[in-house]
């Protein structure tokens, strides 16, 4: 070991030691929120995995929770996606084993009393290029045609070797409490129903990835 190396790790043991009750007090507080109770409210208790919820006007699929997201999928998605293929290679230990997904995720401000919360949709690691690029494609230019500019893929979604590709954007609200679940169950709510013309856009894209099935 360098020096150098040794002289930046033994600072950094330091500062650690230190700032040791500082640095416990920020991870607690940022464990100490409203989202978890918010979600389970939405989703029940102790939702499983596939259980049917409905949000707003409408309903989607539960895949999982973790401590700041959680995540499923818009039934009308669940049913599309189901009726085309039993598996799809690549993304069986994907999330809920399709190749797309959808999350709500909250997100702390530095002091953790405030924050946001973010929707995000995301293309995922489909073993065979060309049909995640052509799902891909699919999405894009169907949004460009309906003008739905918040449907929208970062340069490069599509190049061989990319596994995950995020194609929301404008998806996010502000939090003023971040242990307030009212707020948090609330805008929650709002949020994903503000997205509900671009959820059924993909469903409706959806049947056309069958086009790639003689690829996977």
């Known amino acids: ?5 040794f002289e930046m790790e033994k600072l950094a043991r330091q ?7 500082v640095i416990g007090l920020i991870a607690d507080r ?16 102790n939702p499983t995995r596939g259980k049917s919820i409905r949000i707003g006007n409408r309903w989607f699929v539960y895949t999982g929770l973790k401590k700041n997201l ?8 669940h049913e599309e ?5 039993v598996t799809w290679p690549g993304c069986q230990n994907w999330w809920a084993g399709y190749p797309l997904i959808a999350w709500v995720e909250v997100r702390a401000s530095d002091d953790g009393s405030n924050g946001h919360l973010k929707l995000n949709a995301e293309v995922g690691p489909i073993s065979h290029h060309r049909a995640r690029k052509g799902i891909i494609e699919v999405i894009a230019a169907a949004a460009d045609a309906k003008a739905l500019e ?7 979604a599509a190049d061989e070797g990319r596994l995950y590709s995020r194609f929301l954007r404008g998806n996010s609200t502000p939090v003023n409490d971040i242990r307030d679940t009212d707020e948090i169950e609330g805008k929650f709510v709002r949020l994903v129903a503000d997205f509900e013309t671009e959820f059924e856009l993909i469903a409706t894209l ?6 790639f099935d003689d690829t996977m």
């Open 15 to 21: 500062f650690f030691r230190d700032n040791k009750k």
């Open 70 to 77: 959680v995540s499923f999928l818009p039934m009308r998605w």
């Open 81 to 85: 996606l189901d009726k085309g293929r």
């Open 30 to 45: 940022g464990a100490d929120t409203g989202f978890e109770p918010a979600v389970r409210r939405l989703f029940g208790d």
């Open 150 to 156: 918040r449907v929208h893929f970062p340069v490069g």
């Open 1 to 5: 070991m360098s020096n150098k190396r």
């Open 206 to 211: 959806i049947p056309q990835f069958v086009r």
